[in-house]
């Protein structure tokens, strides 16, 4: 028989590919050498520094739109993608988010919705991390019920012109070309908007004690007026927002189980080394339910990311299944990180250790892209007929 790994009890490493483990081991290093070292004190100090050189760094490892087809995106499956989104989120949840939004939100919604020309002007240069997108679906009254937004588009002779204000978007202020979603007669439509375009600003939000490796801020829209081709011309209604997010929830489903293997890694090897009542704690009956819980609960999530990226990739994955794997995977994976702290004592609330870090990062990770609420109302319904949102 194979010997055991206690990283991999159940042996999950045989269900991927080589190809598959080759992505992900090059993911890793490039996190490792890039990121690892220095996201501790980024967060500390609530900072993205270098967001541009960063980006760029991303892009020619070819994480930016990697599951897109052309236009200089590297047409990869979606478990590769997840096994990337994986990886990233080892290293934070921050910089994950950043993948996220340029490539599942802002790039996927030109990819998806957008004409040949938003193609050719923004997908290349976005997959190559020379441009940086954000997306605009929340308003500071408008969350979880993004029907009820009142960022409107009113058309003025062949112009659009668009007012209102959204909030918590990710890489907002750094961003050179948001993808904003507003009212108009005809229902919700998607408008490409460069972000130096008069009357349109974006203020940082500061004050955040989790994903501060992330930069997030408002979006003002003031009487911004864009092309009558500013408009993504293939949608309309909500339909347009939500496919781009049920792309980036795929990646949160793999994401949070990379931030889980991070801290359950980290318990792992404090257990062994930390003596207390002339025994590692490891030792202890206590300390080893909390590290066989936690391997359970990160093998049973790594297994759903998987049988949900294979479905994925066969073309027949359902939005509710994708709430399924959100729900679960990150609902389990900030247990595990509240339980790694408790296994480091004191030390678990110290930056020291990337522990406090990820479990910080996974409460805002527990809200966007749908909050625990909605997709248990989602799976609620899928199970029942019944609806229960309102
Ligand atoms: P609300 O919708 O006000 O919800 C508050 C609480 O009420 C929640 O617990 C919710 O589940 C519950 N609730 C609401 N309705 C119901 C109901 N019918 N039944 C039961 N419970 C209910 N948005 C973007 O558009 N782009 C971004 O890039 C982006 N990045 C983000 C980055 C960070 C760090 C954070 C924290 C958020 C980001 N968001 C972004 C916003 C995020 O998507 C929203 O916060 C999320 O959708 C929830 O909306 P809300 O905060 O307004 O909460």
Not at 2 to 27: N, S
């Amino acid at each position: 028989l194979p010997p055991l790994d206690p990283r991999d009890p159940a042996g999950l490493g045989d269900l991927f590919t080589e190809d598959e483990k080759a992505i992900a081991a090059a993911v890793r290093r490039v996190c490792a050498e890039r990121i690892d070292p220095y996201v501790g004190d980024w967060f500390e100090r609530g900072e993205l520094p270098d967001v541009r050189g960063l980006a760029k760094d991303l892009g020619s490892l070819g994480v930016l739109g990697m599951h897109l087809e052309g236009y200089g995106c590297a047409g990869m499956s979606a478990t590769e993608y997840g096994l990337a989104c994986l990886e990233l989120e080892a290293t934070d949840s921050g910089i994950r988010s950043l993948v996220s939004v340029q490539g599942s939100l802002a790039m996927f919604a030109i990819w998806k919705w957008g004409s040949e020309e938003q193609k050719q002007q923004w997908l290349p240069s976005m997959a190559a991390g020379e441009a940086i997108g954000c997306f605009g679906l929340t308003e500071p009254d408008a969350g979880s019920d993004p029907a009820s937004m009142r960022t409107r588009a009113r058309r003025d002779g062949g112009d659009w012109v668009l007012d209102g204000r959204k909030m918590w978007i990710t890489n907002g202020s750094v961003a050179d070309v948001a993808v904003v979603w507003a009212q108009t007669d005809e229902g919700v439509r998607g408008f490409v908007v460069p972000t130096d375009t008069p009357g349109f600003s974006a203020p940082e939000i500061k004050h955040k004690l989790s994903l501060r490796a992330s930069i997030t801020s408002e979006l003002v829209l003031d009487g911004v007026r864009l092309p009558a081709d500013a408009v993504l011309p293939e949608v309309t209604g909500l339909k347009g927002p939500l496919s781009c997010l049920n792309e980036a929830r795929f990646g949160i489903v793999w994401g949070s189980v990379g931030a889980a293997r991070s801290c359950l890694q980290a318990a792992m090897s404090y257990a062994e080394d930390r003596t207390q009542f002339g025994k590692p704690i490891s030792a202890f009956q206590l300390t080893q339910q909390k590290l066989v819980d936690m391997t359970l609960e990160y093998t049973k999530a790594l297994l759903l990311a998987i049988h949900l990226g294979r479905r994925k990739d066969a073309g027949v994955l359902r939005p509710e299944q994708v709430s399924l794997g959100k729900l679960n995977n990150v609902r389990e994976a900030i247990e595990i990180c509240r339980t790694a702290r408790t296994i480091l004592g004191a030390n678990g609330i110290s930056l020291e250790y990337p522990v406090i870090r990820h479990m910080n990062n996974l409460e805002s990770v527990l809200t966007y892209e749908g909050t625990v609420e909605m997709h248990t109302l989602v799976i609620g319904q899928a199970i029942t007929g019944q609806s229960a949102f309102r």
